[in-house]
């Protein structure tokens, strides 16, 4: 049987069209510059970076050839050396980087077999180990570092693959973990604390998705799609914002550099690199970030080009003057206006210490009103301007606390069942079931509320009354005189 072959690599039909204008970008951007290329032109590297110097691993060649070339840059010097070549050729691998040791995983070889392959390299004395093989054997696979532990996702093999899998270099063993929610090979990968970032690939089509995997709970979630549906891209993190470089759309080769916030959870175009081109290695070092060989398609098509990205010294004003005013079941927000900002975001935190929960973004008024409080809670907020996806320095800090109602009332609740229950407590009680109440309609929260019973108690030391959401039809507060 034929072997389905799906990556960019070898798809021969591609346009090489200029890439289309999704979205406009504006404002100060960053910039682009030719540095020295590359001795072997290539693509569908493996790049990564170690005591600031540049690593590209394997590839194919101009000719189709299947590469084991280590090759490594200086970015201070602007001038590329010769290591020792890796044991298997291969291209379409994946390369990452733990206890300042190099991991070439997985690829397809020569022979166009595809690898669970291991090796490992050490800057220091330029050599490589063999070590424990990948589970899978698979090509065009993303590789990433998180928490110490390295994670190959996706892939091919004779197919797209959602598989994950996570390395230990110090145990050298592999461990099955979550599947990836949409299946895919040609895909980058980015981390940023400690969490996952998987974005774009093939698999039937060239898509946009871009999920999210946390290490520590072994959980994936959505995320804001990209701008573009892109496979064959290279990925990197600066600033601890993702950058998609280049790729392919499936009708052309793409120069657009989208960047995403995690903030925010919103995309932007950036500047564009000076020239299309899919599989390229991208790699973050000293506030640059490079762009490394890559594909035009086709025989000799493979390319020497390296990119230094410098970002822009524009800096965002920061907001002024924030102040947190209490009412009786909301915290008012009102600072002074930043020129020329498109939004604002909005963050809180029960300490002052570290005031990092964003609660609202796309804010474009300087007023917000915080309703999800509990009484008796002190609330500390700053404020971010955002300007063409970039990000201020925070405001001053804010605080206020919604103070307890100690008056009481009755809670009258009736039920599906045609029964009403009733309830006298604290005003402030009323609330707890109130944000209850708003939380499990919005999907989140408890299906149920609990009421403790303090009547009759004896000889029980604790009894409780438990309403189900799904069974209360309406609710009233009756809140007494003082």
Known sequence: MKR????????????????????G?????GSWEIKASMPTARGSIGVVEVDGKIYAI?????EGNKLD??????????????????????????????????YAIGGMDSQGNMLNIVEEYDPVTDTWTTKANMLT???????????????????????????????????????????????????????IDGKIYAIGGLNEEILDVVELYD??????????????????????????????????????????????????????????????????????????????????????????IVEEFTPSNEVIEIPLNLIATPNSKSIVLNWDTVQDADSYTILRSTTSSAIDTVIAT???????????????????YVV??????????????????????????????KLSTTDIYEYRMTMNDVDKFMNWYIDRSNGTGLPFYSFPDDTNIEPYTDINEYLIFDKIIWFKVKEYLK
């Open 4 to 23: 389905r072959i799906l990556s960019l690599i070898i798809i021969v039909s591609l346009m090489f069209a200029n890439s289309p204008s999704v979205l």
């Open 25 to 29: 970008a504006e404002g100060n951007l």
């Open 58 to 62: 394997g590839g194919i060649g101009g």
């Open 69 to 102: 070339i280590v090759e490594q840059y200086d970015p201070h010097t602007n001038t590329w050396v010769t290591k020792a070549n890796m044991p298997t050729s291969r291209y379409a691998l994946g390369a990452a980087v733990a206890n300042g040791k190099i």
């Open 137 to 191: 054997n698979r090509y065009t696979v993303a590789v990433v570092e998180a928490n110490g532990k390295i994670y190959a996702i996706g892939g091919n093999n004779n197919g797209p693959l959602n598989t994950v899998e996570e390395y230990d270099p110090i145990t050298d063993t592999w461990t099955t973990k979550a599947s990836m929610p949409t299946a895919r090979g040609n895909l980058g990968v980015g981390q």
């Open 215 to 304: 290490p520590l709970t072994d959980i994936w979630t959505s995320k804001t799609n990209l701008i573009i549906n892109t496979a064959g891209l290279g990925v990197t993190v600066l600033d601890e914002k993702l950058y998609a470089i280049g790729g392919s759309n499936g009708s052309s080769y793409l120069k657009d550099v989208q960047v995403y916030n995690q903030l925010t959870e919103s995309w932007s175009l950036e500047t564009s690199i000076s020239m299309e081109r899919g599989t390229l290695g991208a790699i973050s070092h000293s506030s640059k970030i490079y762009a490394i060989g890559g594909t035009i398609g086709g025989i000799g098509g493979q390319l020497d």
């Open 362 to 380: 796309d804010i474009t008024v300087t007023t917000y009103t915080d309703t999800n409080v509990t009484s008796g809670v002190t609330y500390y």
């Open 384 to 413: 971010r301007a955002v300007k063409n996806g970039v990000e201020s320095a925070d405001s001053n800090v804010a605080s206020a606390m919604v103070e307890e109602n100690t008056n009481f009332a009755n809670l009258q609740i």
